[in-house]
């Protein structure tokens, strides 16, 4: 698949970046690059990522910057990493930086994330749709889901469409759900979290694409069981009406790092790629922020006071090495 | 046609026209090409040109005040542009003190203007955001002068044109007389030998209009400058020229002195403004009086050659007898009587 | 009768557009919808434009004129393309100005670093530019204000910048600030020179002309993506996004000042011997400076616009911490940081007008006195200031010193009362609004919508163009038709057909709500103040904010995208209406009032007919911000042209992509354009108010 050559190559590059990261060098003193998104987990781990290289004596800089626009970003390196790519909603754009030519891979985190199709707990509570989270159950509860706009059809909320294209609506046809459902893509996250609090308010069924971990945990959140994911089961991947019913994988959870970072920052990069959250770090995390209320910047703070043994060993192995 | 009239020679003329032209239109140069004298309409319409200016030629002398009078679309304003340069001539030569300006490049016309030249527009051309002063001192300082000497000559300047007290004042702040005061006076500050008119006392209503003509002729009589002067007004010509040349359609119809044109109007057009002049108050004694008869035996009283008629009418009218008319030294050099004063105002066309 | 044969002519205009309609409606009828019918849907001829631009655009940046230029950063040469050298030059020099400016507000080493290095900074730890306390910089604002027009604005001044300090967005505010500063000034000066050349060069107006229309119809992210490939990401990238979007106005308004100087006042200048460099700077700009402050109070407040859509590619600020904020439905302090936006621009806005008004004490005499004494009262308060952010740092012993620089969100925060107000909102209007959603939606805008997408391209095009040659006749039909082929024969005809439908259901809306506004307005010099001063609010408060509170009352639905739009683009319907109805001579007022009329007669007899050309731009400006507000509606969630703008930013030929769509919604807005205005101006000429 091409996708897969895709990946090859660049961990290949990677590795040979990482092995010239073991000749000795100290790190340049310019500053590294660290892209601010627009969800708090990513704000907050670009603050502990920023802070475990500002320990180890480099020098960080904040770049706001839109999700898709960043990976053009880092491939020219206006910014130097990305820290928190998401298979489902950003592989596209990351393979499509790589291809380019600029940006490499620099590792996967421990953290599986979940990208799903899912329903409030509440909507799971009050009936809407008895036998959820089995997808079967969609077949019966259309109607609690529809819209003004959905034509007397249920409506699954997407995200937009730059995300995953067609593989929504794909599925809903796979699984026969068609004639009953349809798809209907926001335009942002911030209107899928929009339609979560006024379906919550109304009291009405909605059913939206969310992942985790997510801020939308602290309330509650059910993704749906699809079918099983493997490989070549979407049309995309040349897969057939009978299979593209599937369910997202188990996505991984990528860094990737403009193509001089090993060579300007060996140490940092050394640290970077070794670096790993799990679904809880990452949760925590952002539960500060989001439950807790602190600003992004404080959270990182007390982030790495509380878990200095997580992360310390990556820098010290790399200094280690060095000395 | 008649463009040209018999008078004081001798001086240099400081400016002089020889054929100028000004078309409007794309194929003015083919037009041209053809015409040996004026163009007529009906060629120059079929050619999609417009004729500005046909075939002027003319001179203006040392401390005359020579007026262009003309109605809207005559083209008088398009040959005093064309006599700045303003707008470049289609043809013809233009001479200022002898020297050619159609010929000039941008530096040399640059100093002509900086030096020789001051015109008033009809709407006052202020700068608006500088003031009384600042306007006044502008064409000083566009020359480089210091500022300080600038505004003291400004300051004079004012003064002379009846400013003083609103040196600070902007333009918007002042009424139209007042602003063209301003004006007056932003074109004199580099004492210029050449004074450009255009329409100056137009835009004003008509009692301000009187007193700056008034004015006007004050600063004359102060500063003897060479004048050419536009105009649409036929009585403000006659009050102020020395001579009136009258343009229609870009030709001038007559160029004469106002006595002249008066009482000989070269062509019907220039009749019909002669009409309804008042003629008392155009003509003077000189133009109508007789020779002196001998035997007559002439009234006490005499009057100036130079005299207007409607000023010393009432007293020639009471004489039973001939008044003598005397020039300057006091030397008889004519007659008139009292018959004669009310048939050149009343009656048939006379003088001649 | 002469009337009645007059009025059933062929020449009489409703018996043209009758019969337009009629034929319009045989053709819908007739032709049958089908895939290789060009009737019905012409050939994708210019599919591959995107490609193309795409290609072009990549072998510029990427692969034209290689320079092998050494990096000692991995010991090796690069090659480094001619055109991306050039771009990357500029982008710093931007850069470099943004982070000066930004450092002299905020404090920082880069400015430093720009003159040495970073292993400099590092070795000498004390090289840090300090910041300028907050009470500092107020203190100045209020200054300002007092110097350019009195305690009125130097309150408001002094008030805006406090609340931005006490709120906790001191950071971002001075962020966004400086980015302004450097954009807008730029923007003012590019437009300065272009507007010049233009008027000095008739074919270089001729040529600056199309372009001008097309930058001010383009979505502005439709160009993001060819802005960061040009010139990357951060602050430079936002702001040449944002200089590119600020400067046609100037431009304009240059070239218009300059045509509006009275030709006596520049014959005086020459005349009393300027030379061309002298006449332009000392006569011609000064005389035209009125519209050119206009101008730049334009780039002022087309600057902060941008600021949300800036921080997409970097721009650091208010943009940012804005779209973070919503993302994760934090509405209240997403308005809180709306309000200091709107308050920097009614700040900067009003600064800009009071210069621009600014012409009475042009005394040569007083004026350096009167600068000195703004200059001591400034030193005073930055002495005064950072006295008491040295206090400050002993009062403050933990944690921050408020004396100095609030940080970000360490301050009061009023964000729950706003989230309380949207939450009454909600709770109080949801239900009642529901049934009327769900009436409009499924009785209204869905038919609309099939209605738009069942037109064949032929009749779409006898429709536009006919009632361009009604209008305006022929030469604006061919253009109109012009710009409908483009978008014909790209393969995005039925998404503009949705971008169509949701824009004029917009539009009709805005213009009607706008013109009753307006005309209630119009007759009280208070209100009308007022209103202006809501539009105002409206114009600036970003729009990505009510979006949010829409998307809760209406659903992610066509209804959410419209009524943002109406929200936005009634603001140029109400303006127009009441400066249209403001300017009928009052001689025709009292003509009218004399001639015994009532109000309502008045109004629609009188008043109406003089001010509608004047209105009729006005919906024209509402036709430009409706097109503006249904391409950002794809962050709502529609499948027009604006969803496919978005999509294209993470797109391999996402270049090509983006541009090509900007220019298909620019075109949709230039056809009107093209009709309207002309329409506009013969109607005024012929009224005589022109």
Known sequence: ?323 | MSSAGGTSEGTQAVIRCESVYKIFGKNSEALLDGASSSIDAETAKAAGCIVGVNNASFEVHQGELLIIMGLSGSGKSTLLRCITRLTDATAGQIFIDGEDILTMNEKELIEVRRNKMGMVFQNFGLLPHKTVLENIAFPLQVKGNNTKASMERARDMAELVGLQGRENYFPRELSGGQQQRVGIARSLAVEPDIWFLDEPFSALDPLIRKEMQDEFLRLQSVLNKTILFVTHDFDEALRLADRIAIMKDGVIEQLDTPANIVLNPATEYVRKFTEEVPREKVLRIESIMEPVNQSETMADLTVSKDAVIETVAKAILDESKPVGVVDEAGTLVGSLHASHVVDVLFGNRAGS | MSLTSSSLSIKSKPVQFALLLVVFLILCYAIAPADGNYLWRLPALLKDIPTWVNDFVGGLMFDWFPIQVYDPDIDDYESKPLFREITRAVSSGVLFIIDFVRELLLGGQKTIVAFTSWDFISENPWAEWPALPWTVITGWAAIVGYKLQGKRLALIAALATTYVAIFGQWEPSMQTLSFILVAAPVSVLLGLLLGIWAYQNRYVEIALNPLLNVAQTMPHYSYLVPVIVLFGVGDHAAALATIIFATPPMVRLTLLGLKNVPVEVLEAGMMNGCTNRQLLLRVLIPTAKRDVLIGVNQVVMQCLAMTVIASFIGAQGLGSNLMIALNSLKIGTGIEIGVCIVLIAVVLDKMSLAWANKQTDYFADLSFLERHSTLIAMLAVFVAGSILAAIGSFIFEEGFNYLYVIPHNKGITTAPIWQAAVDWIWDTFFFVLKGFNEFLITKILVPMRDAYLAMPVVATFLLVMGIAYILDGLRSALIVGGFLLFIAFSEYWDRALITAYMASFAVIVSAALGITIGSLCARHEVASKSILLVCDFFQTFPAFIYLIPVIMLFGITDTSVIIAAVVYATVPATRYTVEGLRSVPPVLQDAGSMSGVTRLQRWVSIELPLAFPHIMLGVNQTVIFALFMVIIGAFIGTIDLGQMILKAISESRGTGIGLTLGLCVAFIGLAVDQIIRNWAQRRKAALGLA
């Open chain 1, 1 to 323: 698949m091409k996708g897969m050559k895709k990946l090859a190559a660049a961990v290949a590059v990677g590795a040979i970046a990482g092995l010239s990261g073991t000749v000795f060098a100290a790190d340049s003193s310019e500053p590294i690059k660290i892209p601010i998104k627009n969800w708090s987990s990513q704000i907050v781990m670009a603050h502990v990522i920023g802070g475990i290289f500002e320990s180890m004596g480099d020098k960080v800089e904040y770049v706001p910057v839109d999700n898709q626009a960043s990976f053009e970003a880092v491939r020219v390196g206006d910014i130097t990493i990305v820290h928190e790519v998401w298979q489902s909603t950003m592989q596209n754009a990351y393979y499509n930086a790589m291809e380019k030519g600029g940006l490499i891979d620099a590792g996967t985190h421990a953290a599986e994330t979940l990208e799903e199709m899912g329903v409030p707990n509440w909507v799971i509570e009050k009936g809407l749709c008895p036998g959820l989270p089995k997808w079967e159950a969609l077949k019966d509860c259309a109607e609690a889901f529809a819209t003004p706009d959905s034509g007397g059809k249920g409506r699954w909320l997407e995200g937009p469409q730059s995300w995953h294209g067609d593989v929504m609506p794909n599925r809903v046809k796979g699984l026969g759900l068609d004639d009953k459902w349809v798809v209907k893509f926001a335009g942002a996250a911030d209107a899928l979290w929009a339609e979560l609090q006024a379906a919550e308010k109304e009291g009405r069924g909605t059913i939206i694409f969310n992942w985790s971990p997510n801020f939308t945990d602290a309330s509650g959140f059910t993704f749906i069981e699809f079918p099983p994911y493997f490989d070549g089961c979407r049309i995309a991947d040349g897969g057939s009406w009978e299979t593209t019913g599937c369910g997202s994988p188990k996505g991984w959870l990528k860094k990737g790092a403009f193509w001089k970072f090993p060579k300007t920052h060996p140490n940092a990069y050394r640290a970077f790629s070794q670096l790993t959250f799990t679904t809880p770090q990452i949760g925590s995390m952002a539960a500060l922020v989001d439950v807790d209320k602190m600003t992004h910047a404080d959270a990182a703070k007390k982030w790495l006071a509380d878990n200095e043994e997580i992360w310390k060993p990556w820098t010290v192995s790399v200094l280690g090495e060095g000395n």
